[in-house]
């Protein structure tokens, strides 16, 4: 069936570093994808997206990079501040329904 | 502007109870959805509704019902609340273009059922 799947459900990193969020979709037919930030607490917000047009997408010290070959999305989160500390989703819009699947979440954890 | 709004933000209910959650949105999105967070688990589609008017089920409605109100509105019901309907509830909506639909989420209901 379709997945999307993560593959460190906790990464932990040092404030200042990078961080790298991977995530792995088994729809080839998926062409649109999401990453969403969830604070403890809070519903997801809305990170960046990418069409499979793209192979890289930047915003605001966040990139996304997508791999249509191997199926694989990642998350790039420069300079890591504490404020980054949350669960990060990412979602592919593959599937019957043509609805948004979403993984099960990285945890993201900021050390100072 | 408040974007999706959801209430309550916290529930315990009886089994056999029944309750429904409110969600209003005033970004003017024709489509909103109802999500179930578990731990360990990705959100789930309980229902959604594409258009004001239209309702279809998600990947688990059982025990669920909806109702679109108005094009700002978006109810859920649980008729006969059961402990496995424990959970984080997420109204979300979007303004789908194309394929791309980008969802933009209330700060969602935690509910517990005893």
């Known amino acids: 069936g379709e997945s999307v799947g993560l593959h460190l459900p906790t990464l932990s990193v040092q404030e200042g570093d990078n961080s790298i969020i991977n995530c792995a979709y088994s729809n080839s037919a998926s062409d649109y994808f999401i990453w969403y930030k969830q604070e403890s607490g809070k519903g997801p917000q809305f990170i960046i997206d990418i069409r499979s047009n793209m192979d890289k997408r930047q915003g605001q010290r966040v990139t996304v990079l997508l791999n249509k070959t191997v199926k694989h999305l990642s998350l790039q989160i420069a300079a890591t501040q504490p404020g980054d500390s949350a669960v990060y989703f990412c979602?592919?819009?593959?599937?019957?329904?043509?609805?948004?699947?979403f993984g099960t979440g990285t945890l993201l954890a900021v050390q100072p | 502007n408040a974007g999706v709004t959801q209430t309550p933000k916290f529930q315990v209910l009886k089994t056999g109870q029944s309750m429904t959650l409110q969600c209003a949105q005033d970004?003017?999105?024709?489509?909103m959805y109802w999500y179930r967070q578990d731990p360990g688990m990705g959100l789930r589609l309980i229902y959604y509704?594409?258009?004001?008017?239209?309702?279809d089920k998600g990947e688990v409605p059982n025990g669920y019902n909806v109702s679109r109100l108005n094009k700002r509105e978006f109810s859920l019901r649980l008729e006969s609340a059961a402990p496995s309907q424990t959970s984080v509830y997420f109204c979300?909506?979007?303004?789908?273009?194309?394929?791309?639909?980008?969802?933009?989420f209330g700060s969602g209901t935690q509910l517990s059922v005893l």
């Open positions: 979602a592919e819009n593959g599937g019957a329904t043509n609805k948004l699947i």
């Open positions: 979300a909506s979007s303004d789908r273009v194309d394929s791309y639909e980008k969802l933009f």
């Open positions: 970004m003017n999105h024709n489509s």
């Open positions: 509704s594409a258009s004001e008017g239209t309702t």
